[in-house]
């Protein structure tokens, strides 16, 4: 009954279209102070104790460090590179795209941030050669969601607070399910500028090749110093986003001199803001989690599960549908931080390895990102593009189901997203 309640008020106030944040806030404030005898000092004390974890401050500088990167030029160089590597190919600037995306999903670790680095470079070229607005867009929009697969990735952040998984597993995780999609995603665009005959590219030597190599080397080696730093144990994922941050600035300000001193306090203040209003989410969301734990839904729900006989094959059909539906409604960081405390304990319970459930939701959350009516990506395309939400939903659709039957290949095949992890943390 009072799982209902919660539910119910929290719906109630979001179809209100309050911000989540301030309606998670609400709900549980609403329910403590009227249906239980819940002390204030308890409220005040998990808001604090709640976002006083050492990981929640790899967010603020993994989004430092997507904002250098995304006006420092790096972007730029990394589609240059793509474009010598693989623009001959049928589709060579949109499969230069899809490149571009994945190696600067792997340094921002932010899907919108790809999106507006990548394609306001990337789309217009596209257009100029004679590829269709739609399939520039449709290119665009997926691939940046790679952001939040391919690790540094600040959903897994949001994920490892909310149920206590290591970071540095999530991360590892992450590699080949990204590098696998990123592939599938290609896949599909070659086909579909075969198909269409789309124009292609004069076949770069491989003096240009290396030349394009050259000059995005910096940008490129803060994936080597991150992700290497976490694996060889030289820093935690915290510090490494620090690290990530600090580097950034520098080949942003002093190496590229894309940007200018002067240019650094607005980056700083947008960073601020953006991490702000994260952890004001985050913050809520340990209150809401708070709150279903002293209700024990969690619990009830996983005893309920387990009576109705639910394999894992069922659990996790349902976690997809429900966590699809979710992404209709809310976005990604949302998502996570209220449905992982609710959904973590079954998954335990029936024996899914935590590191393949929280792959599982990410995958989920990219699919969220490219659908409306919240898709984040459609929004963040859709203002490069100046295309509508409906028109841009139809360009998505071949990308779409690819990254549907992706989730399905991760979600039912473990291994994909655990041999890596296994391989190095055992």
């Not at 992982?340 to 792959?359: N, Q, S």
Request: proline fraction near 5%.
């Amino acid at each position: 009954m009072n799982a209902t309640i919660i539910f119910v008020l929290l719906m109630l106030l979001m179809l209100t279209g309050m911000p989540i944040s301030i309606s998670l806030g609400l709900t549980v404030l609403t329910f403590l102070f009227t249906m239980t005898q819940v002390p204030i000092e308890s409220v005040a004390l998990k808001l604090f104790t709640g976002i006083e974890k050492f990981e929640i401050m790899a967010i603020p500088f993994f989004i430092l460090a997507g904002n250098f990167l995304t006006h420092g030029g790096v972007a730029r160089r990394m589609i240059n590179f793509a474009a010598a590597m693989v623009g001959h190919w049928h589709g060579g600037l949109a499969l230069a795209g899809v490149l571009a995306c994945a190696l600067f999903a792997a340094v921002s670790g932010s899907s919108p941030a790809t999106v507006v680095a990548i394609g306001s470079i990337i789309l217009p070229a596209m257009v100029k050669q004679g590829y269709p607005k739609g399939f520039g867009a449709g290119v665009i929009t997926t691939s940046g969601a790679l952001g939040i697969l391919i690790p540094p990735s600040i959903v897994m952040v949001m994920y490892s607070v909310s149920t206590n998984t290591s970071v540095g597993q999530l991360f590892m995780a992450g590699v080949i399910p990204g590098l696998m999609l990123a592939f599938f995603l290609g896949l599909t665009t070659w086909f579909l500028a075969r198909k269409h005959n789309y124009p292609r590219m004069p076949k770069a030597s491989w003096g240009e090749r290396f030349t394009a190599f050259r000059k995005s080397a910096w940008g490129l080696l803060l994936i080597v110093i991150v992700m290497g730093g976490i694996y060889s144990g030289m820093f935690t994922p915290t510090e490494a986003a620090a690290v990530a941050a600090v580097y950034a600035f520098v080949i942003a300000v002093f190496v590229y001199k894309d940007m200018t001193l002067k240019k650094v306090p607005k980056v700083l203040l947008d960073s601020a803001s953006m991490s702000a209003m994260l952890l004001y989410i985050i913050t809520n969301a340990v209150l809401f989690s708070f709150l279903m734990t002293s209700e024990n839904i969690p619990q009830a729900m996983a005893s309920w599960i387990m009576d109705k006989g639910f394999g894992m094959i069922s659990f996790l059909l349902v976690v997809n549908i429900l966590l699809l539906l979710a992404g209709n409604v809310m976005e990604p960081s949302s998502i996570v931080l209220i449905m992982a405390p609710i959904l973590f304990p079954v998954a335990m319970k029936l024996g899914i390895d935590p590191v393949h459930f929280g792959i599982i939701m990410v995958v989920n959350m990219e699919v969220g990102m490219c659908h409306p009516p919240v898709g984040l990506n459609l929004y963040v395309a859709s203002g490069i593009t100046k295309m509508g939400i409906t028109e841009l939903t139809v360009a998505v659709l071949p990308w779409l189901m690819t990254m549907i039957a992706f989730l399905l290949l991760i979600t039912y095949i473990p291994e994909i997203s655990t041999w890596l992890p296994n391989l190095i943390y055992k």
